[in-house]
């Protein structure tokens, strides 16, 4: 299938590894150009670039705290400068509100609270006009499995960032700009230290459908489906990529 | 119907905004005690108390900022000091801002929405829900509304959409406990003095080509609350006349 994808520039935010590297590589498998960040693991970010160039495509990478709205004007531009448009935005970068509701504290929701729902905000903001004159673009926000689930902290974080999407859907639209999200469920990652995946989330054989935990690869499929020519037309959805753990 | 509400302590977020004076008001009429909180004027506060009152019931007032947990963790402990026990969570807190497209809202404003709705609703369940723990029993009441569903602008849908994750973790953390959490999703119902900007006009082609009243909105919350209704939880009450079907 020709996505249409090549010579497109896809932003990815924290393409250091899981997620963002799978996608990254599978962009760049469609002939996609590459525009990656990280807040602060460059090397990890270098290896993702090196592994995406193997395709022959263009990769630039960059420091850039996703939260900080002038560190993301300024990334956005200096990859409008490097390639002339961003076309596609895929927001992974991803801070888990993990634990109940009272062991939630300030400190956490706001680390979560920026990275899932801030950051969204402000890319969205930053390559949206460049979109608009394009008359072409396509965002991709990570929600979960939590919302169907029920997860006090990043239930309602990633269910924020659905509401976001849906908002972006119903006003750009008309630019042929879609917004959607993948819904991931179970799926097999390295974690950051205190991000570990916790006994609630099940590991092994796991009692859905699909009985195992999914892949990176499975995801990024969906997520370069949802950023192909062929999927114009799917706009302000969800996509669960969860092996059947919840019915949409 | 027996609401089983008589005697409960309910503590209404915003009783003078939205759809909280209506909602006490209702409340009072099944017997129940309130703790009423506002950010508004003293007056319209008191305004509320007086509606109550008339019901027979006993109440109790405190000003608090739209988002400010602390003051109601402090108003919800006095309303335990005062009745022994707080049952029901009418979480009303809203910040009323006209609608802006996404290429004109700033990341301030964005901000302001945001964490004076969403993550104030967050801590002002984490502040409240240990006191239903303690009685084994509870309701949390929390608002969304059709910009979550549709998507219109940006804030009002994060937020809304946010409310009902919230909404939904709390039914999943807190159901061994007794405690529902469940959302009242109204759409088209226009609340007492609020500006045009916030709802949604009926349209010929609506199921119901009306505005909602306040009270069909207010009714909801009873209804959730009821004793009636302890194995419902973390669900949506959409309540727009048929605007958007979940």
Known sequence: ?248 | MNTGLEGKTVLVVESVNNFGRPTAVAFAKEGANLVLASAQSSEDLEETARQVSDQGVRVITGACATGNDSQLSQLAQRGVAEFGHLDVLVNNTILAVAPQSFSDLTFNSWKQKIETELQGSFFICQGILPLMVENNWGRVINYSGLAAFQGSDAGSSASEFGIIGLTRGIAREYGKHNITANCICPGGAQAPGESAAQVYPPSESDPMPRWGKPEEIAYLAVTIAAEDAGYLTGQCLMANGGKYLL
């Open chain 1, 1 to 248: 299938m020709d996505t249409g994808l090549k010579g497109k520039t896809v932003l990815i935010t924290g393409a250091t590894r899981n997620h963002g590297r799978a996608s990254a590589i599978a962009f760049a498998e469609e002939g996609a150009n590459l525009l990656l960040c990280t807040r602060s693991s460059m090397d990890m970010l270098e290896e993702t670039a090196q592994l995406a160039s193997k395709s022959g495509v263009r990769v630039v990478t960059g420091a850039c705290d996703v939260t900080d709205e002038t560190q993301v004007d300024a990334f956005v531009q200096m990859g409008l400068t490097e390639f002339g448009h961003i076309d596609v935005l895929v927001n992974n970068a991803a801070w888990r509100a993990r634990g109940d509701l009272l062991s939630i504290d300030e400190d956490l929701w706001q680390t979560a609270l920026g990275v899932n729902l801030h950051a969204p905000f402000l890319t969205s903001k930053a390559v949206l006009p460049n979109m608009v004159r394009n008359n072409w673009g396509r965002i991709i926000n990570y929600s979960g499995i939590a919302p169907f689930r029920g997860a006090s902290g990043q239930g309602t974080l990633k269910m924020a960032t659905e509401g976001l999407t849906r908002a972006i859907a119903q006003e750009y639209g008309r630019y042929n700009i879609t917004a959607n999200c993948i819904g991931p469920g179970s799926i097999a990652v390295a974690r950051t230290p205190g991000q570990e995946t916790g006994p609630d989330e099940g590991h092994g054989p796991l009692n859905i459908p699909v009985p195992r935990q999914g892949t990176v690869e499975e995801c990024s499929a969906a997520v370069v489906f949802l950023a192909s020519e062929q999927a114009s037309y799917i706009t302000g959805q969800n996509y669960l990529v969860n092996g059947g753990a919840y019915f949409h």
